[in-house]
């Protein structure tokens, strides 16, 4: 809540609360894509993109719409 942002990057200035995101932050300077796909090649920042990204290939809708239970 103090608003301490002690991780700095190098490159644009930008301040983090945690290394980690300081870590993934330098990827949008270096270009680095670590996570990538095994059956396209698509490659991505961040595991999450890589996670979200897989549903393409299983047809996985693991979100349903509380209103109407639609699914995505």
């Known amino acids: 809540h103090t608003g301490h942002r002690p991780y700095r990057c ?3 200035g930008k301040s983090f609360r945690w290394r980690s995101k300081l870590l993934t932050r330098w990827r949008v300077h270096t270009g680095e894509r670590p996570f990538a796909c095994d059956d396209c090649d698509e490659t ?3 595991v ?14 693991p979100h349903n719409c509380s209103d109407c239970g639609e699914s995505f």
């Open 10 to 12: 190098a490159s644009c």
């Open 44 to 46: 991505f920042r961040h």
């Open 48 to 61: 999450s993109q890589f996670f979200q990204h897989r549903h393409v290939h299983t047809r996985e809708r």
